[in-house]
């Protein structure tokens, strides 16, 4: 069954330096998303995005965070200056219609020191 | 904004019982989605039950949808070891709104 997969699994940074997330969703999903889990609190959604814009972000999403497609498999997001607060599992999703199920992938626990 | 908010925020159950779990939101939805979530592992989408429905069943899983009250129940009967997990209501909005909010899930121990 396709899955979505990101890398890396585990990433550790220090803070104000950028990272990358990468995940390649499933092939014919047009539906892309990021969502973050900090430990212990609630799944949060961060952006979505369709046909190569984004099309609704949260407040969590500031200047400092920003999403691309560089090509036709990846899906990829940026945080220029990471803070501490910034530590948390993020979540790729993606879906084939907007309004049915979200496939998540495994996740990328970013730490940040 | 919407929220889904579980109860019990745990449950432990005996292998073969009946595993109850319950969500509440705050305002209209498009639809609702169950997801689970195993320890260190992504969510894994469940259930959609839409905000014209009232039940739905998938295998072991049965979800009921009372708008007027603006909750949900997921059932999972005969349970086993394997269902042991966090479970988690998501709920979508109208006007093109297709983020997923979600509860703090309830966290559902099937003692063998």
């Known amino acids: 069954e396709p899955e979505v997969t990101q890398t890396p699994s585990h990433q550790v940074t220090q803070m104000g330096q950028e990272v990358i997330l990468r995940c390649v969703p499933i092939?014919?999903?047009?539906?892309f998303y990021w969502y973050r889990q900090i430990l212990g609190q609630k799944v949060e959604f961060l952006v979505s995005?369709?046909?190569?814009?984004?099309?609704?972000k949260s407040e969590i999403f500031d200047d400092q965070f920003s999403v691309e497609r560089p090509d036709g498999s990846n899906f990829t997001l940026k945080i220029r200056s990471t803070k501490l607060e910034d530590s948390a599992m993020y979540f790729c999703?993606?879906?084939?219609?907007?309004?049915?199920?979200?496939?998540f992938g495994d996740g990328t626990r970013l730490s940040i020191l | 904004s919407q929220q889904g908010e579980e109860d019990p925020q745990a449950l432990s159950i005996q292998e073969g019982e009946n595993a109850t779990m319950n969500c509440s939101y705050k305002?209209?939805?498009?639809?609702l989605q169950w997801y689970r979530q195993n320890s260190g592992r992504g969510l894994v989408h469940l259930i959609l039950?839409?905000?014209?429905?009232r039940e739905k069943h998938s295998g072991r899983l049965r979800v009921t949808l009372d708008t007027s009250k603006k909750s949900s129940s997921l059932l999972i009967t005969a349970s086993r070891a394997a269902d042991t997990a966090s479970y988690f209501c998501?709920?979508?909005?109208?006007?093109?709104?297709?983020?997923?909010?979600f509860g703090k899930g309830t966290k559902l121990s099937v003692i063998p």
């Open positions: 999703a993606s879906g084939q219609e907007s309004n049915q199920p979200q496939h």
């Open positions: 092939s014919n999903h047009l539906y």
């Open positions: 995005f369709y046909n190569n814009e984004i099309s609704e």
């Open positions: 305002t209209s939805i498009n639809n």
């Open positions: 039950i839409r905000s014209n429905e």
């Open positions: 998501a709920t979508t909005g109208g006007a093109g709104s297709y983020q997923l909010t």
